[in-house]
């Protein structure tokens, strides 16, 4: 049974980087039919799509947040990141990883159970 | 960007009724429509993808319907488990979005 889990630091001051990783298990984040996603869902709101990576380190931002945000992938480890940049207390939020099929309906078919990232001095 | 509007954003029901929300593309997404179950502290769960197809494992109590723009999802009989948040989402065109959410709750 695949399994992710995000984890990270649940503080965040402001202005500062929000680094959080995505562990993979029970499956290869190197499988082809899949893409490797970050959402967020700050409280209270909807969910929000932050980032995409493939296997091969391809990735698609979203552009509302494209100039603050990298993803990166790790095969070896099988796990893949996100970095945010200049955090404001707009970007705390539950930060969710996702698999994604790649097929003609693309859906987020596992989750990790999300993590809660506060920005706050 | 195409963005989905959820209806009603929370709504109250009792164990057996069958109830039924909606979401609205501001564009065509042909059936590119999913729909998940959020609850707090766990992984969110795929309900229905194309809109109208069952995971493996997703009880069939759960249904969806729609193209185009308007879309439902359908519970025919709420069993406990099923009083949670429940989101649309488009994979039709990036940035993938997602609606605001209906939060379901017990009567």
């Known amino acids: 049974q695949l399994q992710l889990q995000e984890s990270g630091p649940g503080l965040v001051k402001p202005s500062k980087t929000l680094s959080l990783t995505c562990v993979v298990s029970?499956?290869?984040?190197?499988?082809?039919?899949?893409?490797w996603d970050w959402i967020r869902q700050p409280p209270g709101k909807g969910l929000e799509w932050i980032a995409s990576i493939y296997y091969s380190g391809h990735t698609y931002y979203n552009p509302s947040l494209k100039s603050r945000v990298t993803i990166s992938v790790d095969t070896s480890t099988n796990q893949f990141s996100l970095k945010l940049t200049s955090v404001t207390a707009a970007d705390t939020a539950i930060h969710y990883c996702?698999?994604?099929?790649?097929?003609?309906?693309?859906?987020?078919?596992?989750w990790g159970p999300g993590t809660l990232v506060t920005v706050s001095s | 960007d195409i963005q989905m509007t959820q209806s009603p954003s929370s709504l109250s029901a009792s164990v057996g009724d069958r109830v039924t929300i909606t979401c609205r593309a501001s564009q065509s997404v042909s059936t590119y429509l999913n729909w998940y179950q959020l609850k707090p502290g766990k992984a969110p769960k795929l309900l229905i993808y194309a809109a109208s197809s069952l995971p493996s494992g997703v009880p069939s109590r759960f249904s969806g319907s729609g193209s185009g723009t308007d879309f439902t999802l359908t519970i025919s009989s709420l069993q406990p488990e099923d009083f949670a948040s429940y989101f649309c989402q488009q994979s039709y065109s990036t940035p993938y979005s997602f609606g605001q959410g209906t939060k379901l709750e017990i009567k």
């Open positions: 029970g499956g290869s984040i190197s499988d082809s039919n899949y893409y």
């Open positions: 996702a698999r994604r099929s790649s097929g003609h309906y693309e859906a987020y078919d596992y």
